[in-house]
Structures are given as C-alpha cells and as structure tokens.
C-alpha cells in the first residue's frame, strides 16, 4: 500500500506515478479476472512451431549474418518442432533477435520465460522499450533500450530463461538516455514492444533454438491510454497534449511551438519513405498484418484514420503505416504512432488542378498538429505536379491501365516525365494496380451472374510484374501495389493475386542492394525477341531489366522458342555477367563474333534480370541476395504455373464442347506444360529452387501462348477495338456463354438517333454536350465536318493544339475536350453493345489519343485510339445492372485532331426461338405423311449472310 504521504494532487505528480497508481488498480482487476478464466487467456503463449518463423534479427555491432532459420521437426524441448537460427558472427558484443509484440507498459508484473539451447553459453533474454517521443537524428526513429534479464549457461542442453521487474533497470536506462539527449528530452509514455535475445556468443558460426515463449503481466498501452489520459509534468511537455484546436490556433497567430516543430521545413526533414530501400506497399482493405508481411510487404496504406488495434498490430508485426490523418489528434492514439510514417492525403479522389487549394489547407492542418503527431505528407495528383511539390513531401505516380495498350516504350518515358517535372525535392513512388481494373470486375461478375457463368478466377499477374519492373527505371523509393479486393477474401482470384505479389515483391527484395537509389543509365541494344531494355547503374554495379513487348491489353506472352541478343559494348564485354531470372547468381559468357560481342538468352521468359559488374566479387553478394528469397519464390512460381495451366486446360475443354470457333485446341502444348510441371514437384521439394523456376517458367510460357491462342478464337471482333469485360478480365470462361453476343444476329436497332452526326443541328446543346479544359495551354474545338465522313453528309470533328512550344502531356493531365452522347435509358439486366467509326490524326507523344468509354464502364474501361488515320470500328460491350442512362464518350488527350462517326447504341433482344417439337417413337409416323425419301431435296443450297468487317451505315 503507497504511504499516505504519497497521495498528492494528480496535477503535481509526475505522469510515471500517476500512471503507477492506475496501473496498480488495473493490476488487481486483471488479476481477479485471472482467476476465473483459464492460465491461457492471461498471457502471450508461443511455441514457435509453425511458419513463418518469429524471430528476426534486428540489431548487431558483430556484423551478424543470419546464415539460415527455420523450423526443426523434432528438435523442441517437448520433442515437437521449434525454431533454429543460425548466425555468423565477428568481433563484437551483441547480435539481438527481436520477437515483436503488442505495445505493453513496462511495470515489474511484466515477464518473460523461452526454452533455449546452444552449443556456446551467453544467450541473454530482455525486453526491448522504446520512447515514442524521442526521435534522434537522423534516423528520426523513436529510441529505445534494451532491459536484459537471464543468461543461458547450460550448454548443449535446453534451459528456461526469463526476465521480470523491470522498473528499476528501466530507470537507469531511462536517466542514461537523458545524460545523452539532453534534460529537454521526452521520454514519457514508454511501452515495451518486443522481447528480444542477445544471440552473441562468440566469433563465429552460432545455432540457437529458441521454443515455447511464455510472456505474463500483460497491461496494453491501448487499453492504459483508455483509462487515463497523459497528464502534464514538469519539463513543459503538456504543449504535446493540446488540442487540434489549440493547435490551429498557435498556426494563425504565426507563433512556431518551440517543441512541436510545426514548419514545413522541419516536418519535410523526416523522409516517407526510407532511404537505401523500395519500400513495398500494399492497399489495405483489412487483411492481418502479420499475413500481409508473409507476402513480402514493409507497408499498408489505409482508408481510413488508424485505430489503436491496427497500431498493436502494426508494432507487433513491424509494419509501417500510411493513412489519412485524424480530424484531430487523439491523446490515447499518441504513444502509438511510431508506425505511422506519413500522412496521406486525397484518398479516394482525383488531385487534379482543382483541389490544389484544398490540399493545401489539408497540409496546413496537418503541418500544425502536435509534434508527436508530425509526420511528411504523400498524395497521389493527376497533374499540376509543380504545385503540388510546394505542399507533398512524396508523390505517388500511378501507371496507366494496362488495358490501354501503351508500348514499353510509353510507359516508361511517361515515368521519366514525371521524374524529371518533380526532380529530387521530393520523393517519388510508383502506382501498379494488382488486379483488373473495379468496374471490369464488376461488369464480367455482372455478366457471369446473367448468364448463370461461373466468376471469374484468374488474374494475368504478368502483365503487373512488366509494369512494376519497367517502374524501376525511375529509382521509385517505394511501389504502391493498388487493390480494392480483400486478399485473404478466400476467392481463388485474390488467393491468385496474392502468389503474385508475393513473388513479385520477392523479385523486388532480391534486386534492391543494387537498384535502390540507382541512376537510369543508356540500355543495350536488343535484337531478336521483341524486348524492352532497361539500364539502372550504382556503384560499379549495372542491373539490366528486360521485360516482353510481346502483349495485347492485359495479356503478354513470353519469348518461347525465340532468342533475345543483347549487343555489348567494348566495355561490357570484357566485364562479368550474371543471370539472376532463376533465383541463381548464374555465370553468362559473351559470344565474341565479327561484328562485336553479344549475350544471348535463348527462350527468356517474360522479364529478364542481367548483372553486369567489373568485380567478380559481386556475384557473391548476388547468390547470398537470391537464396533468401529464393525458395519462396520457387513455390510462388511453380504454383501460379500449375494454376495456369489448369484453368487453361478447363476453358479449352469448355470451349471445344461448347463448339465456339474454329480453331483446334493446342492440347498437347497444354499437355507438355502439365507434365513439366509434375516434373518440377519432386525437385522443388528436395529443395532445388533452380531446377523448380526454370521448368516453371517453361510450362508458364506454354500456358501464356494457349492462354493467347483462346483469347482470339473467343473474340472474333478484333483486331478491331474492341473492350469487352470477360476477355479483359481474363474470364473465358464467362466469355465462352456470352460468345453468342459477339455476332451479328440478336442484336436491336439502334436507340441512339443522334448518333449518324449527319447535320450540324445534332450537334446542339440538347443532344450532344462539349466540355473544354485547359483553355489557358491549349487552342481547341468542335466542330461539324461535311467532307470526309464515313457515310452521310457530314461528321464530329473535334481538334487540340497547344498554344506554347510545349506540347500536351498525355494521360489525363492532357485532356484537353470531353464529348457526351445523348443519354438512352436501359433497362436493367440488358447486354448493350456501342459502335462508333473513329479516324484520328496526330496524338504522337506517350498516352494520347482519343479515349472511347461510356458512363457504365467509365475512363477505366475506355480504349485508347491514337494512329489510326482510316475509319476504325470500335466497339464497346456492356452489362446493366439497374435501370440507367447510358452516354458514349469521347476524351482527347494531347495535340492531334479525331473525326467521329455513326455511333450506335444497341440493346441484346434476340428473338424467341420456337419451342421444341414432341418427341415420338422411331417405329410410328405421324398421320398422312410419307416415308423418308433417299432422294435429295431439291431446295438448292443454303444462303449465308457475309458480314464486313467495318459496320455500314445504317439506312436513314
């Protein structure tokens, strides 16, 4: 019991007493519910016998090396398996292996117990406790101390190790952090946020089993800042504690807090995305922390504000966290925030030209929160790139939809525009989107539900991987992998998408000693198979990514059977060569010939990573690089194979009992690729990750050209133009039912009048509707055309020019003019089909064209039309799932000029067909009627309907 001199007023007190006193109280009351409940829910158990292993290593000044780790069956202290680390270590006095957990106040309640053995003494258990508020330079990561507890002495041989009462060495701790920080240093509001064990024991190679981690006395922070609020003390810091509003206020008056470092040039200090590294990040839509971090992952951005359960897990599972900020600062959130690395801002909106403003009073509220809650600021814009740089400290840029069609070459020079307009004032991430495209989705579900067709199950993750290795060429320091689908939905398309990632970000983690703040430097000439090069250059060191230009839409197609030749230069040729496609630091030798030295790589697969260095000695660091991920990856790709594999082989089968096409089968090619991938099995499971990817590849390859081959015999529309929901989304399945509405028959008249665009009256504000933008850099019009229409007398031609000497951009920072159709109201549950003729002139730079969607699919499921100075069909299907009014549209991005033409609006009314006749038995015969004659009829020969290729004009 504290002495009656000790209860002072709570305002004087300081906040360690008060928050003893609070947890005293918290202490009994979860004690007298300790005794009702059984001894499990009173503690963190953990007996480190399942995957993923646990522990990792965090700190060391010994150079410690973890050289494997991993789970042994049998060799726990109950006989059952437990975890194995085994480390190389030189001279020093620490290597620490930190188990994270939830933030936890340290008050001497808190234990910890783990079973351990070694063949060296000295391991020693402790708790690792960080201060939230401290945050040295310049690393700008909150500090912590290391409390340790028990050393294991009894070598050879498993003993318990432990640790408690740790509030007096916390205190020693805590007044040798304010001997080095300086008496203004905060150091309130410490937790504990892992349990560590120093694994030093000696120069050397050292093998530690760790099993069967015991923690009790669990008080967590969250449930503590529930309880009470922080109270002031002594040294000033109550400023930290003021509201958002206060806040506000101390911005308007113009008065800096001395302590809360409310500047945007102090703020900007801290980077959102660590140096030396690319960061990987995941769109969160609720998946477990610790399960995402499996995948690969350093990082989720949120929706939504996080809550003090996501900041636990994200502590405990050593996530980093980018979300939109609180309207105002949270006082129980505050010793939380160590996870949040920045605040992002614009979710779910466009930032384009008209939200500058508005962003920037975002900024201004959130440049002026206490300094706890100081965190540098991400956003996403559209454009206005350079007025944006004056109020974001990282920008992400998204790739364009790969449905769009854009070239390698496109894509990477739209990259490269946008790194050269934001230079290094601020730090630049990638967007990739990791699934199709939300409204593609839902139409082919929409479609799929129709029809009574299965969902869709398959995504084409190649096409994600080329783009997400092209986006290295600018040196992002992060990559934002999009998504709005739950990956641990249980669906076997999200399952599908979470492999990829996996191995993609596998790929990313192997390549990034070398890529991470690398400079683009000129790539090597390709010859051969139809390849992208690209080149990035640090230290002496060059990696060569080469990505298939072999693609339509979202589909690609690997180099089987063919030869990629990249042409060296004098230099290059007398340097070393690695391969790393394989997870293997594999020796090329250059092929010396008469006209210089080339490499050649024969069947490469749909991205090629190539090394090339002066120091032999980097192929060392390579192979140690891709063992530590290559055995995931192996699994990765073996099983995104295999699931390709046999979801072509069953839409094939369903398309050839279905009788759609012409077209045979290549069922043996699919039978190949199946039986190599059987053959993979028993290698990867004896753990030959090499053998494993290159005969997954192989059968990959073989997949991804039946995968094509389908894709044309279900889409007779192409190479028209053609946007159709099933076959972008990759469902052939759903696409092999719907295949009937590909054709002629079935299909009503059209319900858009105005849409033959004959006289210049259809173009008035009461039918057809005109938007303009950008008026202050680009000259445009509409106007209507009477000479070289399609048919009739006349046509819309719309045409931009920029007035400076600078061109348009693409994308939709260059939309210069919009046009709507008049809207035609349709039913719900109804196929509709639009057609337009497009001609276009110009439209020369990466991303321009002339964009074709409708209000049901929107941008996102528009075509991109550009160099197409004939007539050209194009064609848009869709699926109604409510009574709506459906627009055709029109976009023009970048300087170029587009006639259009004969648009139509069609809705699916195929005709009845007649019920079926009775059946009867073969010995009768109806009444009055002949027997079967063997003779021909004479009726003459069927007649056939021969359809062109380009729709005519329909009569007037």
């Not at 990792?56 to 050289?67: F, V």
């Not at 001997?179 to 309130?188: F, I, P, T």
């Not at 609720?286 to 994200?314: I, K």
Request: with cysteine.
């Amino acid at each position: 019991m504290p002495r009656q001199s000790e209860s002072k007023s709570s305002s004087v007190k300081p906040s360690w007493q008060t928050l003893r006193i609070v947890l005293g109280g918290l202490v009994f009351a979860v004690a007298g519910l300790a005794l009702s409940v059984p001894r499990v829910h009173a503690q963190l158990y953990d007996s480190l016998d399942a995957y993923p292993p646990r522990w990792h290593l965090d700190t060391s000044d010994c150079d410690a090396r973890i050289l494997t780790h991993q789970h042994l069956p049998d060799g726990g202290i109950d006989g059952r398996a437990c975890e194995v680390v085994t480390l190389n270590a030189t001279h020093g006095t620490e290597a620490v292996l930190a188990y994270p957990i939830e933030p936890i106040v340290p008050i001497d309640g808190l234990t910890a117990n783990m079973a351990v053995m070694s063949a060296r003494p000295g391991a020693r258990i402790g708790f690792r406790v960080r201060f939230p508020y401290l945050r040295p330079e310049p690393s700008r990561r909150p500090a912590s101390v290391i409390v340790y507890g028990a050393s294991y002495n009894d070598s050879g041989q498993f003993a318990t190790i432990g640790i408690g009462m740790i509030e007096r060495p916390l205190r020693l701790k805590t007044m040798a952090l304010r001997g080095e920080h300086g008496s203004d240093a905060n150091l309130k509001d410490p937790y504990v946020d892992a349990v560590v064990v120093n694994a030093y024991s000696g120069v050397g190679v050292t093998a530690l089993r760790l099993d069967e981690l015991r923690v009790d006395g669990i008080v967590s922070v969250s449930d503590v800042s529930r309880a009470t609020l922080p109270q002031p003390d002594s040294r000033g810091s109550d400023r930290d504690q003021r509201s958002g509003a206060a806040a506000m206020n101390r911005e308007q008056s113009g008065r800096v807090d001395p302590e809360g470092s409310s500047t945007a040039a102090v703020a900007s200090r801290n980077n959102a995305f660590p140096n030396g590294k690319i960061t990987r990040i995941l769109q969160h839509n609720g998946e477990p922390l610790a399960w995402v971090r499996s995948l690969g992952f350093d990082a989720v951005q949120l929706s939504s504000p996080p809550d003090a359960l996501l900041l636990n897990e994200a502590i405990q599972t050593r996530m980093t966290i980018y979300a939109p900020a609180p309207s105002a600062p949270d006082p129980s959130l505050q010793a939380l925030l160590h996870p949040v690395a920045a605040w992002y801002i614009g979710h779910n909106e466009a930032l384009d030209s008209t939200r500058v403003d508005a962003a920037d009073l975002t900024a201004r509220r959130l440049r002026s929160f206490p300094s706890p809650w100081q965190r540098p600021i991400v956003g996403a814009p559209s454009e206005s790139f350079r007025r944006y740089m004056t109020i974001m400290d990282a920008m992400v840029h998204d790739m364009p939809i790969r449905s769009r069609g854009l070239t390698a070459e496109e894509e990477v020079a739209e990259m490269a525009q946008f790194s050269r307009r934001v230079g290094d004032r601020v730090q630049t991430a990638a967007g990739v989107m990791s699934m199709p495209p939300e409204r593609t989705l839902r139409q082919t579900q929409a479609i799929a539900d129709s029809i009574g067709a299965p969902q869709p199950t398959g995504f084409r993750w190649h096409s994600m991987w080329l783009q997400t290795m092209r986006s290295l060429q600018i040196s992002p320091h992060a990559i934002l992998f999009r998504s709005t689908h739950s990956l641990a939905s249980g669906t076997e398309l999200d399952t599908h998408r979470s492999m990829a990632l996996s191995y993609v970000n596998r790929v990313i983690a192997m390549l990034e000693p070398w890529i991470a703040g690398a400079t683009p430097v000129t790539p090597l000439r390709v010859t051969g198979a139809p390849y992208y090069c690209s080149r990035l250059s640090k230290d002496d060191v060059d990696v060569v990514l080469l990505t298939s230009k072999a693609s339509r839409g979202s589909e690609v197609l690997a180099g089987d059977g063919q030869t990629l030749e990249l042409i060296l230069s004098p230099t290059d040729s007398k340097k070393t060569i690695w391969r790393l496609t394989n997870f293997t630091a594999q020796r090329l030798a250059a092929d010396v010939t008469a006209t210089g030295a080339r490499l050649s790589i024969v069947s490469p697969d749909a991205a090629e990573i190539i090394v090339i260095s002066s120091d032999p000695s980097v192929g060392g660091e390579l192979s140690q690089s891709a063992a530590r991920f290559a055995r995931q990856a192996a699994l990765d790709r073996w099983q995104l194979a295999g699931d390709l594999v046999r979801q072509t082989r069953n839409q094939w089968q369903t398309v050839l009992a279905s009788q759609v096409g012409d077209r045979n089968a290549p069922m043996d090619l699919i039978g190949v690729a199946g039986r190599t991938l059987a053959e993979a099995e028993p290698l990867y499971r004896a753990g030959d990750t090499d053998a494993t990817l290159r005969m997954a590849r192989r059968a990959d390859a073989w997949a991804l050209r039946s995968e094509w081959q389908l894709t044309e015999t279900l889409m007779p529309d192409w190479p028209r133009p053609t946007s159709c929901p099933p076959i972008d989304c990759g469902a052939a399945e759903v696409q092999t039912m719907w295949f009937p509405l590909t054709q002629e028959r079935g299909w009503s008249r059209n319900f858009l009048t105005a849409g033959a665009l004959d006289t210049a009256e259809s173009l008035s504000e009461e039918r057809w509707k005109f938007g303009k933008r950008l008026e202050g850099r680009a000259k445009s019009e509409v106007v209507f055309a009477s000479r070289g229409s399609y048919a009739g007398p006349g046509a819309l031609l719309a045409r931009a020019t920029a007035i400076a000497d600078d061109p348009l951009p693409g994308g939709y920072e260059g939309t210069v003019i919009q046009i709507r159709s008049p809207a035609v109201r349709v039913p719900a549950n109804t196929a509709v089909r639009m057609d337009a003729l497009v001609r276009t002139i110009g439209f020369g730079r990466p991303h321009q064209g002339v964009l074709v969607y409708d209000s049901i699919g929107g941008q996102e499921m528009g075509l991109l039309v550009r160099g197409r100075s004939a007539w050209t069909p194009v064609r848009l299907y869709r699926q109604t799932t409510e009574e709506t009014d459906i627009s055709v549209m029109f976009e023009l991005m970048g300087d170029g000029e587009v006639m259009i033409d004969e648009v139509t609006l069609r809705l699916w009314q195929p005709e009845k067909e007649p019920p079926p006749k009775p059946f009867r038995p073969l010995n009768t015969r109806p009444l009055n009627t002949r027997p079967f004659s063997t003779q021909p009829l004479n009726n003459g020969p069927l007649s056939t309907a021969v359809v062109d290729d380009a729709p005519q004009a329909e009569s007037r």
